[in-house]
């Protein structure tokens, strides 16, 4: 599953840049001999804010799995990211969500302070900070990272999706210019489809067909009060 975080990230970076394109902009200087090192530093603590938050979600869907519901929580996983990839721009409305409100004005309040301090710990807090903005991309990932119902693959799932988004950034810090709409749009009409293939892959793996690496069969055993979940690989 890795693979669709990293172009899940690449193609979401195209959606995103409009709002973390003047942040990356922001960050370094040009002619500075720690330019490069800066952007990294900064690409860096955004991927490892959505490796926390992948661990967290992560830990949510284990909890879950535990329950006795793995394969029908993958498949109903696998339906929300089949419907959220058809509105996935629709999720930046969360942004004028009252809830979100406070911790929007936070992180921009955070990102303010950080860009204006500058220094390599200043850039890397400003990914950090910058990770948690709210985005339709990033929801997008988050759902598939709770799908996989594990801290590991969760937090691994969403550093992948963050790595996944530097090569445009990068391009963008060092060409100093936005992609034109039109070409962002391009990209983005290819969003929806790998949306899809995710969501497939998610309803398969949780219908249990026996199809090594892509839909194990999964069998519950019980041990007196305790249930056991075993994957069954054939």
Not at 123 to 140: D, E, I, Q, S
Not at 188 to 200: E, M, S, T
Not at 214 to 223: A, G, H, I, K
Request: proline share 3%; charged share 5%; aromatic share 12%.
């Amino acid at each position: 599953m890795l693979w669709t975080a990293l172009l899940l990230g690449f193609l979401g970076s195209f959606h995103c840049v409009g709002m973390c394109g003047p942040i990356a902009l922001a960050v370094g200087g040009k002619g500075n001999s720690s330019y490069f090192q800066h952007k990294m530093l900064y690409n860096l603590g955004r991927s490892l804010t959505y490796a926390l938050l992948g661990l967290i979600v992560g830990s949510i869907g284990f909890s879950l799995s535990l329950a006795g519901i793995q394969q029908g929580f993958s498949i109903a996983m696998g339906l929300v990211i089949l419907i959220f990839s058809i509105s996935y721009k629709k999720a930046d409305q969360f942004l004028t969500v009252p809830a979100l409100s406070g911790l929007v004005i936070w992180v921009k309040r955070k990102l303010n302070h950080f860009l204006k301090a500058g220094g390599n710990s200043a850039f890397f807090a400003t990914g950090l900070a910058n990770g948690l903005l709210p985005c339709g991309m990033v929801y997008m990932a988050l759902i598939a990272a709770l799908g996989l119902q594990s801290p590991v693959w969760g937090a691994a799932y969403m550093f992948f999706f963050g790595i996944g988004t530097i090569p445009l950034l990068m391009v963008l810090m060092y060409s100093g210019t936005l992609i034109s709409i039109a070409a962002r749009q391009r990209f983005q009409k290819a969003i929806p489809y790998l949306g899809v293939v995710i969501g497939v892959i998610f309803i398969f793996r949780g219908l249990g067909l026996g199809i090594h690496g892509f839909s194990p069969n999964l069998q519950v055993f019980n041990y007196g009060s305790q249930q056991v979940e075993i994957t069954m690989c054939e």
